[in-house]
């Protein structure tokens, strides 16, 4: 199916009556998409790897002596041109569907900052998902382990006060000390997260209405857990699932992809077929096939293979995928989900997915109880 083919279909699906809602409301990741933010690679950083969050938030699978070997500072010119071509086809596409679309602004991710115990510069705006969670009409500004993230939010600054003034809630977790105290070396000699304090990324998260799990991993400790959980006690009814000894490293868009009310998508190389996340054991699954690489050899890269998995759905039977990807594109329309193929790439470079360079912030669905 061809883009045009496949953005025709779903806007010839019939539109409901509008609902008045605060400027922000999204409980999960498949019902009907209204409005998201689409990243933007300008001005990528690799960070100063000396830097333990970065070893960390980085390459974690790399030891010291490879991640000498790592090009720092700005990503070369023709992957961020290229990638930023990627993500207009993508903004395009979804306003083709009728989808609200916002860009952030791009801060200066070379400007040096820091706290009396650290200094840093910048890293990318092309993950939004990655620092920014939603659930319902509130905005949670999450505490990352990766310093070179500080201020990344300060892009979509702007247009959190206009989803404020328009009825949504905004808040922020403590910002974190990001001592080094709190970058552990295993027995393996890799990077590994201590906890000193509560840090997580959004991206360790996702939303199925009133139940989230939260993946407990080098970028999201217990600590940062715990604070969820309180945090989220708040709402009332709302319930935080821990998903341990899943995937160890970072985040949880590449091994789990929610497709709709009761059906997921796996990673076979991160989760057994015998140890489904309990919170999942009553859904069908489907397992995603082998994958296609995307990488020039030449450079490493932030994501494995799996990130062609990182999928964005529009609702429940259409999903944006990787157009490089035929053996999952597929798989997912025998099950009835329709594909809108579309391109990025350098997401294993960048380390971004279609669900990673996005933040839905209004969809249709609500609070609802998927799993029981």
């Known amino acids: 199916m ?89 903004a395009s596409a979804l306003r083709g569907l009728g989808i609200t679309v916002h860009r952030p602004a791009v801060p200066d991710h070379d400007a040096e900052f820091g706290s009396p115990a650290w200094r840093s510069r910048g890293r990318s705006s092309y993950c939004p998902r990655d620092l920014t969670l939603v659930i319902g009409s509130t905005i949670i500004e999450t ?9 990344e939010l300060f892009g979509l600054r702007d247009l959190f006060q206009e989803y404020l003034l328009a009825g949504a809630h905004w808040i922020a977790a403590p910002r974190p000390r990001l001592p080094d105290e709190l970058f552990l070396v295993d027995a393996d000699g890799l990077p590994d997260l201590g906890e000193t304090e509560p840090v997580f990324d959004a991206a360790n998260v996702l939303r199925i209405g009133r139940d989230v799990l ?53 990673n076979p190389a991160r989760i057994r077929q015998d140890a489904v996340p309990e919170p999942l054991r009553n859904w069908d699954v489907l397992w995603c ?9 030449s450079r490493a890269t932030l994501s494995e293979v799996w990130i062609g998995m990182n999928l964005l759905m529009i609702d429940h ?28 790439r350098h997401a294993q470079v960048l380390g971004g997915g279609f669900h990673c360079v996005t933040l839905d912030t209004v969809r249709d669905g609500g609070a609802e109880n998927y799993l029981d």
């Open 317 to 344: 039977e259409h999903a944006v995928v990787d157009a490089g990807q035929p053996e999952l594109i597929k798989a997912l329309e025998g099950k009835g989900i329709a594909v809108l193929p579309l391109r990025l």
């Open 214 to 266: 939260y993946q407990v991993s080098r970028s999201g400790n217990e600590f940062g857990l715990r604070w969820l959980q309180d945090t989220l006690g708040v709402f009332g009814g709302l319930r935080v699932h821990p998903l341990r000894n899943v995937y160890g490293h970072t985040h949880i868009d590449s091994t789990i992809a929610l497709l709709r009310p009761g059906l997921a998508l796996l």
């Open 2 to 90: 061809t883009t045009t083919d496949s953005v025709r279909s779903v806007r010839s699906a019939p539109e409901p009556e509008p609902v008045r809602r605060p400027g922000v409301h999204s409980w999960d990741e498949f019902t009907t998409l209204r409005e998201i933010i689409v990243g933007d690679a300008s001005g990528t950083v690799v960070p100063d790897q000396r830097d333990p969050s970065a070893w960390l938030s980085s390459y974690p699978k790399l030891t010291a002596a490879q991640l000498a070997e790592i090009e720092v500072g700005a990503v070369p010119r023709h992957i961020i041109e290229e990638a930023n071509e990627d993500l207009a086809e993508l």
């Open 143 to 151: 505490p990352s382990p990766m310093r070179a993230r500080y201020f």
């Open 289 to 297: 096939p082998p994958l296609r690489p995307q990488v020039p050899p």
